[in-house]
C-alpha cells in the first residue's frame, strides 16, 4: 500500500516525464534483483522448512552463512556492473538523464542481495514479523526520503530529481539491512557452521533454477524499458513518448500492482507451509483449495472495483497528469485492472509447482506468454492508432495464456479441493458490488476525495456482506491465511 501511495505522489512531483524516466531505471535495477535474489528467498525458505520438519538444526546454519556469501559475491558484481555501465544503458533506453539515478541504484543492490537470505529464513521458520517490519520500514523511508530529496532536486533539473526519487530507494534498502541483520543476530542458531565453496557452488545451481520461475516478468519489464519508448518515438515527439511510458508503468501499474502485492503475501507464506506439510506426509488438498480461494476472495473485487471507478481513481490519484493524457490513462487501467487477479493466481500457481521442484515449468509457460506479448504488442504499436495502449493489451492476453497453463500443471501434479459454488459467491458479490456503486456514482455530488473514499467503502461493504450471507467466507478462514505458527522464531 505504502509503495502504491508513493509512486501516486511521486508522479505528481515528477511529471508524466519524470516518472516515464524513473521507470526506464526501476526495470532494470528490478530485474538485476531478481537475478540475483529471486530464486533465494523461496530457496532458503524451503530448505529451512525441510530441516526444520527433520530437526536439523546445524545444516540451517550452514546454509545460511554459506547463502550470505554467495548474495554478497553476487551482489558487489552485478552492483558494479550497473554502476559502471550506466551511461551507456541508459543511452540504449533513450534517455540520458537515467544515468545518475543508476550509479545510486548500483550501490543499493549490494543491500538488497544479503537481505534476501534473511528474508528467506525468517520466512522458512514462519515468523513473517521481522520482514513484515522490515517492509514497513523499507516503504516508508523510500515514500519519505524518495519525496522529499525528488522534490528538493527539482530546481537542478530532472535528472537530479530523478537521482533524489532513487536516493530514496538506497537509504531505504540499508534501514531495511539493518534491522534485519539485528532481528536476525536476535533469532539465529547458536549452531556452528563454515563457508564451503563446494555447498555455494551446490547452492548456486539449485536456486538458480527458482529464480528462472521468477525471472520472466522482470525482464518482461526490462524489455518494455527497452522497447516501448523507442518504439512509441517512431510516431510521436521522444518527450511524449517517455511520458506515455511513465504513465502506463509509473502510475497504472502501481495501482495494480497493489493487490497483487497483498496476494503475493499469501504465496510466500504458502510454500513453506505446504513443504513442510508434504514433508509431514499431511494432507495438502484443503490447503491449496483454501489459497486459491482466498487469492480469489481478494483480487477479484479489486480488479472489478477499478474498473468501474477507473475515471474516478485517475481524477483523484493523478491530479497533475496532462489533460491530454487523462482518456488514455483511464484506458488503460480499465484493462490492466484485470491483470491483478490473473497475476495473483500465477503466483500461487507457481509456488505449489516450486514446492514439488518442478521450477522450470513455471518458466517455460512464462516464456510462451513473453513471446506471445511482444509478438502481439509490436505489431499493435506500429500498424495501429492504439499506441501505448498497445501495452496493456498485449500484456493482458500473455497473462491469461500463462495463468491458464500453469493452472493446468497444477492440476495435473495435484490433488485440490474445490468448492465451485463457493468460489461463484464472490463473483455474485461483485455484481452487486458493481451494480450499486455505479447507481451512487451517477447521483453521488460530493467532491471527488469524498465521492471515491465513500464509493471504495460502500461497495467493500456490499461484496463482504454478499460473500458472508452466502456463506462463502468464514472471518476464521481469512485469520488463518496470515496466520502465522511460531511467532518468536522458534525451530522446535
Known amino acids: 500500500m505504502i509503495g502504491a501511495v508513493y509512486k501516486i505522489f511521486l508522479s505528481n512531483i515528477l511529471g508524466s516525464q519524470g ?21 533465494m528467498p523461496t530457496y532458503i525458505s524451503q530448505r529451512v522448512a525441510y530441516f526444520r520438519a527433520r530437526g536439523l538444526k546445524k545444516e540451517i546454519a550452514k546454509l545460511i552463512k554459506n ?12 552492483a558494479s556492473i550497473i554502476v559502471v555501465f550506466g551511461g551507456q544503458i541508459a543511452k540504449i533506453q533513450g534517455s540520458s538523464f537515467a544515468y545518475l539515478g543508476y550509479v545510486i541504484v548500483g550501490v543499493s543492490i549490494v543491500f538488497s542481495a544479503i537481505s534476501c537470505v534473511i528474508k528467506g529464513y525468517f520466512v522458512g521458520i514462519e515468523n513473517v514479523t521481522p520482514n513484515a517490519i522490515g517492509g514497513i520500514f523499507e516503504n516508508l523511508c523510500k515514500f ?22 532513487c536516493l530514496g530507494i538506497l537509504i531505504s534498502e540499508l534501514v531495511s539491512f539493518f534491522y534485519l541483520l539485528a532481528r536476525y543476530n536476535k533469532n539465529k542458531l547458536k549452531q556452528e557452521s563454515y563457508v564451503s565453496y563446494k555447498a555455494i557452488k551446490s547452492i548456486f545451481f539449485q536456486f538458480m533454477p527458482i529464480s528462472l520461475a521468477s525471472i520472466i516478468l522482470p525482464v518482461s519489464a526490462c524489455i518494455d524499458s527497452f522497447l516501448v519508448v523507442n518504439l512509441l ?54 490447503m491449496i483449495g483454501g489459497t486459491y480461494f482466498s487469492i480469489w476472495f481478494f483480487s477479484l473485487p479489486c480488479a472489478i472495483g477499478l474498473f468501474i471507478l477507473a475515471p474516478l481513481v485517475i481524477q483523484v490519484c493523478f491530479p497533475a497528469i496532462e489533460s491530454s493524457y487523462v482518456t488514455i490513462a483511464t484506458m488503460y487501467l480499465a484493462i490492466s485492472c484485470f491483470n491483478i487477479v ?48 498497445s501495452l496493456s493489451v498485449s500484456s493482458l492476453v500473455s497473462n491469461v495464456i500463462i495463468c491458464f497453463l500453469i493452472v ?7 490433488d485440490m479441493s474445490f468448492s465451485h459454488l463457493k468460489f461463484f459467491v464472490p463473483l455474485l458479490g461483485c455484481c452487486a458490488m458493481a451494480f450499486v456503486v455505479l447507481s451512487l456514482n451517477r447521483t453521488f455530488v460530493f467532491n471527488k476525495y469524498i465521492k471515491l473514499v465513500s464509493l471504495v467503502g460502500i461497495g467493500a461493504m456490499i461484496y463482504f456482506f454478499v460473500c458472508v450471507l452466502f456463506r462463502a467466507v468464514k472471518i476464521q478462514e481469512i485469520k488463518n491465511i496470515f496466520a502465522k505458527q511460531n511467532s518468536n522464531g522458534d525451530l522446535t
Open 408 to 414: 493446468i500443471l497444477d492440476k495435473k501434479y495435484f
Open 342 to 389: 490473473l497475476l495473483s493466481t500465477i503466483q500461487v500457481s507457481c509456488s505449489l509447482l516450486n514446492s514439488i521442484n518442478k521450477f522450470y515449468l513455471p518458466f517455460f509457460c512464462q516464456l510462451i506468454g513473453l513471446l506471445v506479448k511482444f509478438s502481439l504488442f509490436i505489431p499493435l504499436v506500429l500498424f495501429t492508432n492504439l499506441g501505448i495502449i
Open 19 to 39: 516518472i516515464g524516466i524513473y521507470q526506464l531505471i526501476y526495470p532494470v535495477y528490478a530485474l538485476v534483483l531478481v537475478v540475483i535474489t529471486g530464486g
Open 67 to 78: 547463502c550470505f556469501v554467495l548474495c554478497l559475491c553476487l551482489g558487489i558484481a552485478f
Open 233 to 286: 518515438a517512431q510516431t510521436m515527439a521522444i518527450r511524449q513518448a517517455t511520458s506515455l511510458f511513465g504513465i502506463a508503468t509509473g502510475m497504472i501499474s502501481p495501482l495494480v500492482n497493489f493487490p497483487v502485492v497483498l496476494c503475493s503475501t499469501i504465496a510466500t507464506a504458502f510454500l513453506p507451509a505446504l513443504t513442510y506439510a508434504i514433508e509431514q506426509k499431511r494432507d495438502t488438498k484443503e
Open 144 to 165: 519519505g526520503f524518495g519525496l522529499l530529496f525528488a522534490y528538493m532536486l527539482q530546481d537542478y533539473g530532472l535528472a537530479y530529481s530523478v537521482a533524489g526519487a
